[in-house]
């Protein structure tokens, strides 16, 4: 889906061009058209497939109805091109931003970041996905092509008239009343053969956790694999029942149907947190219809017990040593903060200035306000090392595989490990909980060159 491809030095790049636009869309059965502003009037914009190692450029041109910064997550991108939330498009501008597609296969997705007004943006249809891959999990023999498919999960709220219910004023949560699967009508549904797929699902809510399962019309849930998360594969699968996961993450999962041949199964939501609240409905996700034949049974084979060889966990020498460590909480008036600071005032949000290469060990923790504080960390890829403060530990997958985001629920302390690199500049780091974002949860962290 390249426009283009030039090469430069030798070098071969992709480029894209992508427009934030508006479009009207049915999606609340019943009822009139909804109206959402997205990358080329889809979405979820765009899917991006590419070869790790093989450089992009996306030119962005918003034709949209306010400013707009991309935000390429999961990404290490430079810092000039990461979408920080002040660099913003105005209507009628446009930016090229460069990707240097340098690290494994993952999952990735792309969003607006713009300043006090992601979440809406978001809500509206800016996010799209991004997949990298690489010939070391092509080798695998993972379900492929149509057996492949994203999941993303968000949710909405609908006025009579179709039209989405307005998120502007709000700045505590936002959880909508439908909980929808790459934006289409709640509920859809999915024919799958009996057979392995290979679900990349994303958490694309403003504030809505998920704690995902797959039950059959008997009550029987079908157990799966997990196989990576959102910095790419884990070094061995994790077989699970259900999974927990917030705004920001991604985990990559295969389901297999080739036991539940003619069946419907409902991927269902459990999760209970007093903050979050439920909705008749919000305990389904989608439904998948299982049927009798295989059109094509290739990469349908066992999940291998390695899928990631070089996986490589960050190690620290002083391993307990805590470099940083940021409180999450509400402060007066609906502001949202990290250690007290707000991300408008220029002159206090840098809070960490780790030296180019450093590993460092941070610590999270969520110390106030109603809604969970799902933490993302802009540039890096984190090991979890450990939680505390709740009635939960750490989750298997969790620990499996690297990480950008991580899940932090009231009262809960976590640690990650990570390398600060390979770029020095300034980055964001942030509450996903994109109402606290956009109330001020989110500093700046500043990777410091090295002297020479
Ligand atoms: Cu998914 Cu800083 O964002
Ligand atoms: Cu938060």
């Given at each position: 889906m390249p426009q283009f491809t030039e090469v430069v030095n030798g070098v071969p790049i992709d480029y894209y061009e992508m427009t934030i636009e508006s479009f009207d869309i049915a999606?609340?059965?019943?009822?009139g058209l909804t109206s959402l502003v997205g990358y080329n009037g889809t979405a979820p914009g765009p899917t991006f497939r590419v070869e790790n190692g093989r450089e992009t450029v996306v030119r962005v041109l918003n034709h949209g109805n306010r400013t707009a910064a991309m935000h390429l997550h999961g990404m290490s991108s430079h810092a000039v091109w990461d979408?920080?939330?002040?660099d913003e498009l105005e209507i009628g501008q446009y930016k090229d931003y460069y990707y240097p597609n340098n690290e494994g296969s993952r999952t990735i997705w792309y969003h607006d970041h713009a300043e006090r007004h992601t979440a809406v943006d978001a809500y509206e249809g800016q996010s799209g996905v991004y997949i990298i891959y690489d010939p070391a999990e092509d080798s695998l023999g993972l379900p492929s092509g149509k057996y492949d498919i994203p999941l993303c999960l968000s949710d909405k709220t609908y006025q009579d008239n179709g039209q989405l219910v307005s998120i502007e004023d709000i700045d505590l949560n936002f959880v909508g009343e439908f909980i929808q699967v790459n934006e289409q009508q709640p509920w859809p549904y999915l024919e799958v053969e009996p057979r392995k797929y290979r679900f990349r699902l994303y958490d694309m809510s403003v504030s809505r956790p998920y704690d995902l399962y797959i039950v059959d019309e008997d009550a029987n849930w079908l157990e799966f694999q997990v196989i990576g998360s959102d910095s790419g594969l884990f070094g061995h699968p994790v077989a699970t029942n259900d999974l927990t996961m917030a705004m920001g993450e991604r985990y990559d999962s295969v389901v297999d149907f080739s036991g539940v041949k003619g069946r419907n199964l409902t991927f269902a939501n459990k999760l209970q947190n007093p903050a979050i609240e439920d909705f008749e409905n919000t305990d389904k996700v989608m439904r998948f219809v299982v049927g009798h034949e295989v059109s094509d049974d290739s990469n349908n084979s066992a999940v291998p017990?390695?899928?990631?060889?070089?996986l490589e966990l960050p190690r620290k020498q002083n391993s307990t040593k805590v470099d940083q460590a940021f409180n999450f909480q509400m402060g007066g008036d609906a502001t949202w903060t990290i250690n007290g600071v707000a991300f408008s005032d220029p002159n206090a949000r840098v809070l960490a200035k780790p030296p180019q290469g450093a590993i460092e060990l941070w610590e999270l923790r969520?110390?106030?306000?109603?809604g969970v504080h799902p933490v993302h960390i802009h540039l890096v890829n984190m090991q979890i090392v450990s939680r505390s403060g709740g009635p939960r530990g750490l989750l298997p997958y969790e620990t499996a595989g690297l990480k950008d985001t991580v899940f932090l629920q009231p009262g809960e302390v976590v640690h990650v490990l990570a390398y600060y690199g390979p770029w020095n500049g300034l980055y964001m780091f942030h509450c996903h909980n994109l109402v606290h974002e956009d109330h001020e949860m989110m500093a700046a962290f500043n990777v410091t060159r090295l002297e020479e």
């Amino acid at each position: 889906m390249p426009q283009f491809t030039e090469v430069v030095n030798g070098v071969p790049i992709d480029y894209y061009e992508m427009t934030i636009e508006s479009f009207d869309i049915a999606l609340f059965p019943g009822h009139g058209l909804t109206s959402l502003v997205g990358y080329n009037g889809t979405a979820p914009g765009p899917t991006f497939r590419v070869e790790n190692g093989r450089e992009t450029v996306v030119r962005v041109l918003n034709h949209g109805n306010r400013t707009a910064a991309m935000h390429l997550h999961g990404m290490s991108s430079h810092a000039v091109w990461d979408g920080w939330a002040a660099d913003e498009l105005e209507i009628g501008q446009y930016k090229d931003y460069y990707y240097p597609n340098n690290e494994g296969s993952r999952t990735i997705w792309y969003h607006d970041h713009a300043e006090r007004h992601t979440a809406v943006d978001a809500y509206e249809g800016q996010s799209g996905v991004y997949i990298i891959y690489d010939p070391a999990e092509d080798s695998l023999g993972l379900p492929s092509g149509k057996y492949d498919i994203p999941l993303c999960l968000s949710d909405k709220t609908y006025q009579d008239n179709g039209q989405l219910v307005s998120i502007e004023d709000i700045d505590l949560n936002f959880v909508g009343e439908f909980i929808q699967v790459n934006e289409q009508q709640p509920w859809p549904y999915l024919e799958v053969e009996p057979r392995k797929y290979r679900f990349r699902l994303y958490d694309m809510s403003v504030s809505r956790p998920y704690d995902l399962y797959i039950v059959d019309e008997d009550a029987n849930w079908l157990e799966f694999q997990v196989i990576g998360s959102d910095s790419g594969l884990f070094g061995h699968p994790v077989a699970t029942n259900d999974l927990t996961m917030a705004m920001g993450e991604r985990y990559d999962s295969v389901v297999d149907f080739s036991g539940v041949k003619g069946r419907n199964l409902t991927f269902a939501n459990k999760l209970q947190n007093p903050a979050i609240e439920d909705f008749e409905n919000t305990d389904k996700v989608m439904r998948f219809v299982v049927g009798h034949e295989v059109s094509d049974d290739s990469n349908n084979s066992a999940v291998p017990d390695t899928l990631n060889a070089n996986l490589e966990l960050p190690r620290k020498q002083n391993s307990t040593k805590v470099d940083q460590a940021f409180n999450f909480q509400m402060g007066g008036d609906a502001t949202w903060t990290i250690n007290g600071v707000a991300f408008s005032d220029p002159n206090a949000r840098v809070l960490a200035k780790p030296p180019q290469g450093a590993i460092e060990l941070w610590e999270l923790r969520h110390t106030g306000g109603p809604g969970v504080h799902p933490v993302h960390i802009h540039l890096v890829n984190m090991q979890i090392v450990s939680r505390s403060g709740g009635p939960r530990g750490l989750l298997p997958y969790e620990t499996a595989g690297l990480k950008d985001t991580v899940f932090l629920q009231p009262g809960e302390v976590v640690h990650v490990l990570a390398y600060y690199g390979p770029w020095n500049g300034l980055y964001m780091f942030h509450c996903h909980n994109l109402v606290h974002e956009d109330h001020e949860m989110m500093a700046a962290f500043n990777v410091t060159r090295l002297e020479e």
